[in-house]
């Protein structure tokens, strides 16, 4: 097994050889990490002439190696750039897949360059422009209009990735004793989060919600379309790290994305933007959607899965209230 180290520079570059992803007399100059991740080990080579991305994951979360995680995973992400190859339109604005290597779960993927992702907006500082909300919204239209199937089918399933996330988003943040202390992140947080995790109600319809989470569906997904995977390049907005992709319902990209616009408290005219925009809004179910965006919501201030934001707990109470009225309004 070839495992991924950016100290070992010779080590990589015969792998590299060994691969054919370098040319003869092609030489690794640098190695170096291109941006914040927890996941997976994600490098940037840079050769005499050119520079590309690799991407290994391992059995276990890069960031935390205590905590277990599905070891194929990047070939699912891998088998997802393969497919939007297809598509000009959605390959324009993710990187192109240079190469596969399923034996030792590691992709190579085009370098976009030097860029910042969207996690800013969680200063609560920043409000996106409309042409930045036109191509997220852009984006998920392509993708869910692209691959629609007729038939349901196993392609792209990612079970072991989406039991992951299930855990995470549906049933982990409701469970009184699941032993994190959310006082570590913001005083009052876990008094806050108590009656959310007693409410019989509220958990049973986010239950049933997590059922549809892993239902199969027609409908390709992104799966994680949130600030972390919009990157702002040079060459502009791109989209990256798909590797809870599935197909599925279009209710789950779509809710995850207007969640995000809530907590970075983008306003209403943000949210009517991107709705308006979403070419087949009619098509889809509100209460379930308003279902994803209230339970994401609720996951991401009271999870596991913490983000960097700046908000204090009275405005987190009210987008609590906010969420749970999402859920629970018929
Ligand atoms: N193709 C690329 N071109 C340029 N930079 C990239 C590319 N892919 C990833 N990066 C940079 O590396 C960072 C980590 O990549 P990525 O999000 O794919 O890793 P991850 O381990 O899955 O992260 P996470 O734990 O957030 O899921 C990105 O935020 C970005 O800054
Ligand atoms: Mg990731």
């Not at 692209?146 to 549906?170: A, C, G, W």
């Not at 616009?261 to 959607?289: C, M, P, R, W």
Request: net charge negative; with cysteine.
């Amino acid at each position: 097994m070839f495992i991924l180290n950016a100290n070992k520079l010779e080590e990589l570059t015969a792998y590299l050889y060994q691969k054919n992803w370098l040319a003869p007399e092609e030489e690794v100059v640098e190695i170096s990490v291109p941006g914040d991740g927890n996941m997976n080990c994600v490098l940037r080579i840079r050769t005499s002439n050119r520079s590309f991305i690799i991407k290994q994951s391992r059995d276990y979360v890069e960031k935390y190696p205590q905590i277990a995680a599905p070891e194929k995973r990047v070939l699912t992400e891998g088998a997802f750039y393969s497919k939007i190859a297809t598509v000009k339109e959605i390959q324009s604005v993710m990187p192109s897949i240079l190469g596969i290597d399923a034996e030792n779960n590691l992709i190579a993927l085009e370098d976009l360059g030097p860029s910042n992702d969207y996690t800013i907006l969680y200063d609560l500082e920043q409000k996106m422009t409309d042409l930045e909300l036109e191509q997220l919204v852009h984006y998920l239209n392509n993708l869910h209009h692209s691959f629609e199937k007729t038939v349901v089918d196993e392609e792209l399933m990612n079970t072991e990735m989406r039991r992951l996330n299930y855990e995470h988003i549906f049933e982990y943040p409701f469970r009184i004793d699941n032993g994190f202390d959310l006082d570590t992140v913001q005083k009052g947080l876990q008094d806050l989060a108590i009656p959310y995790k007693k409410d019989t109600i509220l958990k049973r319809k986010v239950e049933q919600l997590g059922t549809l989470y892993l239902s199969k569906g027609k409908y390709l997904l992104h799966g994680d379309y949130y600030p972390g995977s919009w990157l702002n390049t040079t060459k502009g907005m791109k989209l990256i790290d798909p590797e809870f992709c599935f197909y599925g319902l279009r209710e789950f990209d779509l809710g995850v994305f207007l969640a995000h616009l809530y907590i970075t408290e983008q306003g209403e005219a943000a949210i009517s933007f991107v709705k308006e925009n979403y070419s087949h809004l009619d098509q889809l179910n509100k209460n379930i959607l308003d279902g994803f965006i209230g339970t994401e919501i609720i996951r991401r201030l009271i999870g596991l899965a913490q983000l960097p934001l700046k908000m204090d707990i009275q405005t987190k109470s009210s987008l609590l209230v906010f969420a749970r009225d999402l859920i629970l309004k018929q």
